[in-house]
């Protein structure tokens, strides 16, 4: 059996998914920040008002502004997908029937239950990286300062806020991602009796993105809103189904689906890096002596 059929250790997991999470949200950070900023607004989002976003915060904050937020990606992030791709990795091996051949229900489990898992243990750190998204500098001045402001003003259990759409939108994201990426690796390796090469993976992981990030947006919107309550206007979201009906009654339909065309573009590559990148690492230590 070759080393990168072996399922990887525990330690291998966390530095592969580590690094993987590190080098996929860095690299579509501005865009992510772009979509957060339409989110949690009532300005309809256009490609145009995207671009505009992005020039207009070159222009009068510097282009490092485009990564504001970003220092709060990586502490929540690298533990984030650390802990999901060892969580997937031991999901596989627990729902693994006694034949030995993981089902399609097992894979697509297998990724919800590491994406809530994930989740779990790091949502404070994503409600942190909204929050610092949609402000100026002046207003939080860095990740503990919007934590100690948060609690200050809301309790402790306003770091929480907007955990249930996380939760709710996570599963089918993870599971939708991890199943299809999954999948069409088996489908390439059983047709041609080989592991799929760079290129097909990569268009497999931009698939399993796409698939992904459309299937749960709704809920991202809502989560959003309820994470930067009170920095953007006045409105108050209390629960998932009272966030949806203002967001559909103030915007229509096309409010609970603001800048996934956005996400057309960074789903797809924040995916497809993560996985391959991770995928490629658990080969190269693998093969460590």
Known sequence: ????????????????????????????????????????SQEPYSVRGALSFIRATWR?????ALWRGNSAT?????????VQFVAHEQFKLLLTPSSGKLTAGGRFLAG???????TLFTYPLDLVR???AVTARDRY??????????ARHGGLGALWKGIIPSLLGVIPYAGTSFFTYETLKQHYTTLYETPPPPLPRLAFGAFAGLLGQNVSYPLDIVRRRMQTEGLVS?????TIHQTLRHVFSTEGLRGLFKGVSMNWVKGPLAVTISFNTYDHTVRLLQSLP
């Open 130 to 132: 909204a929050r610092m």
């Open 60 to 64: 009068e904050q510097g282009g490092r």
């Open 141 to 150: 001045h860095h990740v503990y300062h919007v934590v100690l402001q948060t």
């Open 1 to 40: 059996m070759a080393a990168s059929d072996v399922a990887p250790s525990v330690p291998v997991s966390l530095c592969a998914g580590a690094l993987a999470g590190a080098l996929a949200k860095t690299t579509i950070a501005p865009l992510d920040r772009t979509k957060i900023s339409f989110q949690v």
């Open 112 to 118: 919800s239950l590491a994406g809530c898992t994930a």
């Open 234 to 238: 006045s409105v108050s979201y209390h």
């Open 74 to 82: 990586m502490l929540r992030v690298v533990p984030f997908a650390a």
